[in-house]
């Protein structure tokens, strides 16, 4: 893609900006050698400006490793080893990570992210596809993933979390925000959430569910061990936890908000080891200790 000084300058670029791009390249340039040239001149977010107004291509490049202070990439990327980038990383296309991946600030990816060690972010990670990593995913700030995310063992997430597909997590997940996932969460550990937790569909923990807020689920949600809020909890259909469940003070506990009343004993039956204070809505079955 040749990008002139016209080109540029219909996308009404900063000043200092586009004074940098007429010194550099008066003739203009190809996409890539340009956003290589900002990121080298240390201008990271003119480079992702640059690639929010003309996307990414289906360029894709191979590399044996990755090490550098930042990288903005229009096509796809595969590392066949480790990578390591001091702030920025944005691809806009694939990243598939032979080994683990660590960046510095911030992550953002314009398709899919799989790694098959861990992934580090210390700064916030955003992917509009889908995410995998084989080992622990760890996300100083925020996680946006727009697409299905799994993770083979622990998801620490400092901030909120947004997950617009479905999530699959071998260990366990905490997250020092909001959580949200569009569709079903799966952990075969434990969840814990300092704030919000809600699911567009299901929510099904090995261990135990601690939400410092609200925790909500449009479908059922079942727990191996309690399950605790320090607001409501709601679910659209069953729920079930192995050992307790137990609402904030003065919040109720509703299970089959989503299905009709005279159906309750078979999709909104409530299982827990006592009946719990404030079971506002649904059917108890009894206890989940035989």
């Not at 796809?76 to 920025?88: E, M, Y």
């Not at 259909?237 to 989503?258: M, P, V």
């Amino acid at each position: 893609m040749d990008i002139s000084r016209q080109f540029v300058r219909q996308k009404q670029p900063c000043a200092e900006g586009f004074r940098w791009f007429l010194r550099h390249f008066e003739r203009g340039s190809d996409y890539q050698p340009l956003l290589d040239a900002l990121v080298d001149a240390g201008r990271v977010s003119d480079a992702c400006w640059l690639m929010d107004q003309f996307g990414s291509t289906k360029s894709v490049l191979e590399v044996d490793a990755l090490d550098a202070d930042a990288m903005v990439f229009a096509g796809s990327l595969h590392v066949r080893g480790p990578i390591d980038i001091g702030t920025v990383l944005r691809v806009g296309g694939s990243l598939r990570a032979d080994s683990g991946l660590r960046v510095g600030r911030r992550v953002e990816i314009g398709e899919n992210l799989w790694a098959a060690g861990n992934i580090l972010a210390m700064g916030k990670l955003k992917v509009d596809g889908d995410v995998r990593a084989d080992w622990s995913l760890l996300v100083e700030e925020s996680l946006d993933c727009g697409g299905d995310l799994r993770v083979g063992r622990d998801i620490e997430v400092g901030a909120g979390c947004r997950i617009g597909g479905q999530t699959a997590v071998g260990g366990d997940v905490s997250v020092g925000g909001n959580m949200e996932c569009l569709s079903h969460l799966r952990i075969r550990g434990g969840l814990k959430v300092r704030g919000n937790a809600w699911a567009g569909q299901g929510i099904e923990v090995r261990e135990g569910i601690a939400v410092r807020d609200h925790l909500e689920a449009c479908w059922g949600i079942v727990a191996g061990e309690s399950i605790t809020a320090g607001g409501a909890i709601k679910a659209g259909e069953s729920l079930e936890a192995g050992e307790f469940i137990t609402a904030g003070e003065g919040y109720g506990i509703y299970a089959g908000l989503n299905v009709p009343v005279d159906v309750w004993e078979a999709s909104a039956w409530v299982r827990a080891r006592a009946l719990p204070s404030r079971l506002l809505s649904g059917h108890w079955r009894g206890s989940s200790v035989s």
